[in-house]
């Protein structure tokens, strides 16, 4: 077994190492670019963790980890056209720098390469492959069109919040982990374990980044804080506070949200002040933690010794801890 | 064997048949709609009519032929985007009535519904079918990516204008005939020739779609003709007539195609004037006839009896007659 480090720098390189060029350049230079912003490889990290934990072969998995990889950047370049994002990672978005046109286009050849990718795997385990990679992107589509439902609705329920970051979010986790645990034989019902733990993971990590957006060092955080106040979005925190705070605080926070012309640093203030008064901090927390301790509990019944989940339950808890 | 009228008439059944409608309907509605706009269903009937070549089970390709029609409508969904196009076939396009964002994740969960519909074969098949979407899909977006590519080029050749319709028609004829010959254990040397067969008619094909705009009747061919032209489309005839036609035609031809100001009827008139002139309709009837011709004759080299080839032989004469 590799250390956690070891297959944090291998997802890396793995996507560094790939080149993407290819005629005709204007269909493919927007493919590189997207691939290359750099970010920690959350997705192809996972598919080698999972490769690792069920068998000795890392390396079977790494088209599985680059499968996922292009997955993830094709409905990162298409979210970005959707909800018109100039920035990630603090460089322009594929849109942006080429057209939306590109983007599009782009974006559609990237899906179709992530499943090329599956091709280099033998009959027996392609079909289990594919399947994984299509039911997970037909998921995480209908999470994106239940998010830009929720932006139009003032009846988004709690529940209905949590099922839409899980398909945003976890689906997509869940596929990164099951697509390696697949290259590696898994057992049915370890990948259904594993299933869960990843969308639980996945409800607690999105949790945890709104709860970031709101209170963590500007810094540290390395975007501006409060953003999802400013644009209005229906965070956890917004909907906790609407489900639990005084008719007087619904109001103002329904009012707050109905425009996008408060002043920013008020709106911001006041929105915080009332989330402080309702400690919805500290209820986000627990709600995050409750996931994360869900997510523990199908990784101890995953069937193998346990020191081969170290890894895995490593990775969760550095995803907790993080302050960005 | 079915005939072609039969087998016409089920694959605009199948398509009827078949609910897209699913939740949340902000993602499915716009994919129903899509998929319900009619038409000749010309990619699902091919691969009914390559299944019963090759065998005696035609039902056994109706998967394979509903996600290729799936494939194809998600390029339309897409490119209708792409092309700012308000309608299609009399109707609002998806992007038209729905809107861009919609329009986008709609069409990429098409994308994955196609794939959906494979899973629906065995392991020892499947990866054969998988690849052949997968890199059809790829050729597609490579044409369309040239076809953006040219509008903004001066110096297309005749020979990248063949590249660019052989990827945006051919590729998908082709995947249809595939896909359905494989449902139906087709020899690699047939798929061959039928692909070789389908590249070829797709591109007689759409050079019949560049005379049917400039010439054909109204009436009959039920869309404004001359739109090419107006467009400043960069079509067989108007390559033809740069590569033939005196410095003076050229130099009138590029002025004109120079701007999107012209008066469109004049324009129009001086456009075809040159094109008879330089007899480019009938250069065009050639070049479409052999294509034609070569389609045919790798359908004659197809091993298996000569009445089975029937069907297909009748369905590409059927296209060449069209008049609309």
């Given at each position: 077994m590799?250390?956690?480090?070891?297959?944090?720098?291998?997802?890396?390189?793995?996507?560094?190492?790939?080149?993407?060029?290819?005629?005709?350049?204007?269909?493919?230079?927007?493919?590189?670019?997207?691939?290359?912003?750099?970010?920690?490889?959350?997705?192809?990290?996972?598919?080698?963790i999972a490769a690792d934990m069920f068998s000795?072969?890392?390396?079977?998995?790494?088209?599985?980890?680059?499968?996922?990889?292009?997955?993830?950047?094709?409905?990162?370049?298409?979210?970005?056209?959707?909800?018109?994002?100039?920035?990630?990672?603090?460089?322009?978005?594929?849109?942006?720098?080429?057209?939306?046109?590109?983007?599009?286009?782009?974006?559609?050849?990237?899906?179709?390469?992530?499943?090329?990718?599956?091709?280099?795997?033998?009959?027996?385990?392609?079909?289990?492959?594919?399947?994984?990679?299509?039911?997970?992107?037909?998921?995480?589509?209908?999470?994106?069109?239940?998010?830009?439902?929720?932006?139009?609705?003032?009846?988004?329920?709690?529940?209905?919040?949590?099922?839409?970051?899980?398909?945003?979010?976890?689906?997509?986790?869940?596929?990164?982990?099951?697509?390696g645990a697949?290259?590696a034989?898994c057992?049915?019902?370890?990948?259904?374990?594993?299933?869960?733990?990843?969308?639980?993971?996945?409800?607690?990590?999105?949790?945890?980044?709104?709860?970031?957006?709101?209170?963590?060092?500007?810094?540290?955080?390395?975007?501006?804080?409060?953003?999802?106040?400013?644009?209005?979005?229906?965070?956890?925190?917004?909907?906790?506070?609407?489900?639990?705070?005084?008719?007087?605080?619904?109001?103002?926070?329904?009012?707050?949200?109905?425009?996008?012309?408060?002043?920013?640093?008020?709106?911001?203030?006041?929105?915080?002040?009332?989330?402080?008064?309702?400690?919805?901090?500290?209820?986000?927390?627990?709600?995050?933690?409750?996931?994360?301790?869900?997510?523990?509990?199908?990784?101890?019944?995953i069937?193998i010794?346990?020191?081969r989940k170290?890894n895995l339950?490593?990775?969760?808890?550095?995803?907790?801890?993080?302050?960005?």
């Amino acid at each position: 077994m590799y250390t956690l480090e070891q297959l944090e720098k291998e997802a890396i390189a793995l996507i560094e190492q790939e080149s993407f060029l290819n005629e005709p350049s204007t269909l493919y230079d927007p493919i590189e670019y997207g691939m290359k912003q750099g970010g920690k490889r959350i997705r192809p990290l996972l598919t080698l963790i999972a490769a690792d934990m069920f068998s000795s072969d890392v390396n079977k998995a790494k088209s599985a980890a680059i499968a996922v990889e292009i997955l993830h950047n094709f409905t990162l370049l298409h979210d970005d056209i959707m909800d018109q994002s100039p920035l990630r990672r603090g460089k322009e978005t594929v849109y942006k720098k080429f057209n939306s046109n590109k983007a599009i286009l782009s974006g559609d050849t990237m899906f179709a390469l992530a499943f090329k990718h599956l091709l280099n795997y033998e009959n027996e385990i392609v079909k289990d492959l594919v399947e994984i990679l299509t039911q997970s992107s037909i998921e995480v589509c209908e999470g994106q069109a239940f998010d830009m439902e929720f932006e139009t609705r003032n009846d988004v329920k709690i529940e209905e919040y949590i099922k839409m970051i899980r398909l945003k979010t976890g689906v997509l986790l869940s596929c990164a982990l099951r697509l390696g645990a697949t290259t590696a034989h898994c057992t049915k019902e370890n990948l259904s374990l594993l299933d869960e733990f990843a969308q639980n993971i996945g409800i607690a990590f999105q949790i945890q980044d709104d709860i970031l957006d709101c209170w963590s060092d500007l810094e540290v955080f390395g975007k501006i804080t409060g953003k999802d106040i400013v644009d209005n979005k229906k965070t956890f925190l917004y909907l906790k506070a609407l489900e639990i705070g005084s008719e007087r605080q619904q109001n103002i926070l329904k009012e707050l949200y109905s425009s996008k012309n408060f002043e920013s640093t008020q709106k911001e203030q006041v929105v915080k002040s009332i989330y402080e008064e309702l400690k919805i901090k500290e209820l986000a927390q627990k709600e995050m933690q409750y996931y994360h301790n869900l997510a523990l509990e199908s990784l101890d019944k995953i069937k193998i010794d346990n020191e081969r989940k170290e890894n895995l339950r490593l990775f969760a808890e550095k995803l907790m801890k993080r302050n960005k």
